[in-house]
């Protein structure tokens, strides 16, 4: 079982930056690759990251690149969102998500967080 904790949303205004982290617990934080996914109302969940166990590659949804950065400490047990040049369509549910694999799939994820909200104002 991993049990995972997202923090860091809140209210920002466009052109701003939030830094979302996903605390880890349970088994082993660094077998598992990690995921950020985003869910705006009305829609469905959107792949927004992934990294693998080691931070050695990642893979970023188009919409993102370049403005947004994964990381991972894997001594922490946590998974960091960076987020600049925020832009209003980014407004979601963030949630961080855990995978044996490496996949830009929901379905392929088996643990997730309970979400954080971010919210960006034009």
């Known amino acids: 079982q991993v049990q995972l904790v997202e923090s860091g949303g809140g209210l920002v205004q466009a052109g701003g930056s939030l830094r979302l982290s996903c605390a880890a617990s349970?088994?082993?934080?660094?077998?598992?690759?990690m995921g950020w996914f985003r869910q705006a109302p009305g829609k469905e969940r959107e792949f927004v990251v992934v990294?693998?166990?080691?931070?050695?590659?990642?893979y970023y949804a188009d919409s993102v690149k370049g403005r947004f950065t994964i990381s991972r400490d894997n001594a922490k047990s946590t998974v960091y969102l960076q987020m600049n040049s925020l832009k209003p369509e980014d407004t979601a549910v963030y949630y961080c998500?855990?995978?044996?694999?490496?996949?830009?799939?929901?379905?392929?994820?088996?643990?997730w967080g309970q979400g954080t909200q971010v919210t960006v104002s034009s």
């Open positions: 349970g088994r082993t934080f660094s077998s598992y690759a």
């Open positions: 990294i693998n166990w080691s931070g050695s590659m990642k």
């Open positions: 998500a855990a995978t044996r694999g490496y996949s830009s799939r929901p379905s392929e994820y088996g643990y």
